[in-house]
């Protein structure tokens, strides 16, 4: 006869050799994708979080570092929302990278996918960009800024032995260290410039996050169109009368040739949003128009385009 302990074993065995399956009703969890984000204060780290940031991430700064698994499980739960986690940190002590050594190893029993990212310079450069910005080096005490290097270098050596990419900022700018994130971390299908189109009526004020500014109350104003006033410029009519204006088509031409060649430079500079702000008097009627023409024109050159009405609503 088979024994009570002997089903209490069977099952035991059957725990430890079957791998857990989500309970009924629940979904299976996918843990985001982590890249850890280290290395020498002055380094570049605040520019790389940034960089990853502008590329979607999600990106953590100085969390402590036994919240990590924390976040990490927060991300799987979201539904697809936080997909990519990004965590800065930076040198406290031995016993914070005691306890990011932790963190990192119960992430590693859960197959969590992660990276760390290196930033390395020599002592000369990061001297010379503390000087720069006459603050002292966090570690420094009452010592001088090179002992406070030379400490961090200690407590970084065996985090800086195990990362994936370390990426050496001596002799980068800050255009240049982006551009060796963007190679690293740039999907294929990753938009490489982000553009907001944003209509606006001037009587209401510039919009304070305007990269540039485009006027169209040269064009003869619709509002002074009886049939016309009570729609906008999303409308067929009124779009057909913005268009059949003198210059407005050109002006439409000229001005989307101008984007392009802007859009390149930002390209290469690594910046990837842009806010293009076009203004009539009420933001009702020729902004609105115009926007909606130029954002077309963007899409159609490979930019993600959004499209936003800011007065048109107002009377």
Not at 8 to 28: C, I, K, L, V
Not at 52 to 74: K, Q
Not at 235 to 240: C, N, P, Q, T
Not at 261 to 285: F, M, Q, S
């Amino acid at each position: 006869m088979r024994q009570a302990g002997d089903d209490t074993m069977s099952e035991q065995t059957r725990d430890e050799d079957e791998p857990a399956t989500p309970a009924a009703g629940e979904e299976a969890l996918t843990n985001p994708e982590l890249v850890i984000i280290s290395g020498m204060s002055g380094a570049g780290r605040s520019t790389a979080a940034k960089c990853l940031e502008d590329l979607g991430w999600f990106v953590v700064d100085n969390l402590p570092p036994a919240l990590i698994p924390t976040m990490v499980d927060l991300g799987a739960r979201s539904q697809g929302n936080v997909a990519r986690i990004a965590v800065v940190v930076d040198v406290r002590g031995r016993g914070f990278f005691d306890s990011l050594r932790e963190s990192l190893n119960d992430l590693d029993t859960k197959g969590v996918t992660r990276r760390t990212v290196f930033l390395e310079a020599s002592d000369n450069a990061l001297v010379q960009r503390f000087e720069s910005v006459r603050r002292p080096h966090p570690l420094q005490g009452d010592g001088r800024i090179v002992d406070g290097i030379a400490a961090e270098r200690d407590l970084l050596r065996e985090l800086r032995g195990d990362a994936d990419l370390v990426i050496d900022t001596s002799n980068l700018n800050v255009h240049e260290l982006r551009a060796k994130m963007d190679a690293q971390f740039t999907s294929g299908d990753e938009p490489e410039l982000r553009a907001t189109v944003m209509s606006f009526g001037y009587k209401y004020g510039l919009p304070v996050d305007a990269d540039h500014v485009v006027d169209c109350r040269f064009l003869p104003n619709p509002h002074w169109v009886p049939e016309l006033r009570p729609y906008t410029g999303t409308s067929e009519e009124v779009a057909g009368y913005v268009f059949n204006q003198p210059g407005a088509k050109e002006f439409l031409d000229r001005y989307a040739e101008l984007l392009q060649l802007i859009a390149t430079g930002y390209r290469r500079e690594g910046k990837r949003y842009v806010t293009i702000a076009v203004g009539c008097t009420g933001g009702k009627h020729r902004s609105v128009a115009m926007s909606e023409r130029l954002a077309r024109r963007l899409a159609a050159e490979g930019v993600e385009t959004v499209v936003v009405h800011r007065d048109m609503g107002r009377e």
